[in-house]
């Protein structure tokens, strides 16, 4: 089992109400018995980049190992010749201009990054991405921004209709010694889950196929390095896990180091289930 967390530390609620936060539960009057979340045995070390989730061949990425970073070129030159295959051209011809998009964080800030491209789309001109990249609050946004204008409206309501309690439940101040995070983070992941569905998916496999490039970035904490998901790759899988898989991938970006508690993901490793 590895766990996930974003390659950078996220914010999505502001400062403001992490402070709250801690406040808020030094005023609980109760103290409930807690304990440490269970989780079976992670991956043995060096094993991270070996051990798969779903069993598809390059599911994802590890950038600081040199394999990682040649897996990753095999993954654009790959993408730009199912490109040209898909115009009709032969693997010769030229490679075609690409337009790349890149959506860090900022949490509430990331509704910036919304608004630009609901903007970009009104006033015309807006290319197709070959390559989008998410990471912590940009994760949440990236597979709109991939899937392009047609899903401007589903891309500004992540922004503009999630409430604090579509985040997060507050626990009390012991969950900073007894806890894996000052808050539960579940009702993002069922938050995630409402936007993030099969016809997302559906729309999300073609565009893969065409030769374009949806990736999510996370941080596997047992191995300590950064990770690169192919989102596309896992969508146009039709695995059965595919979409718990990308919904909790994009979990793992936004959550906040400390705030909530690390994304458990269930991985194999030699046959044998971790």
Known sequence: MSQFRPARPAVLPSRRFLLALVAGGGLATSLPACSLPTRLAAVPRGGASTATVLGLPDERFFPTEAAGQTALQREFVAALERQLAARGLPSSAPLPESDLLGISGGGENGAFGAGLLNGWTERGGRPGFFLVTGISTGALS????????????????????????????????????????????????????????????????????????????????????????????????????????IRRILLASSAIPGAFAPVLVDVTLDGKPL
Request: glycine share 6%; net charge negative.
């Open 142 to 245: 990236a597979p709109f921004a991939f899937l392009g204008s047609a899903w401007d409206a589903k891309l500004k309501d992540v922004h503009t209709n999630i409430t604090l309690a579509d985040m997060l439940v507050q626990r009390n101040f012991t969950a900073a010694v007894w806890d894996d995070g000052m808050a539960d983070n579940s009702p993002l992941f069922s938050t995630i889950s409402r936007y993030i569905d099969e016809a997302l998916l559906a729309e999300i496999a073609p565009a893969y196929d065409d030769g374009r490039l949806l990736l999510i970035g996370t941080s596997n904490l047992d191995a300590q390095m950064p990770v690169i998901w192919r989102i596309g790759a896992i969508a146009r899988s039709g695995h059965p896990k595919a979409l718990d898989t």
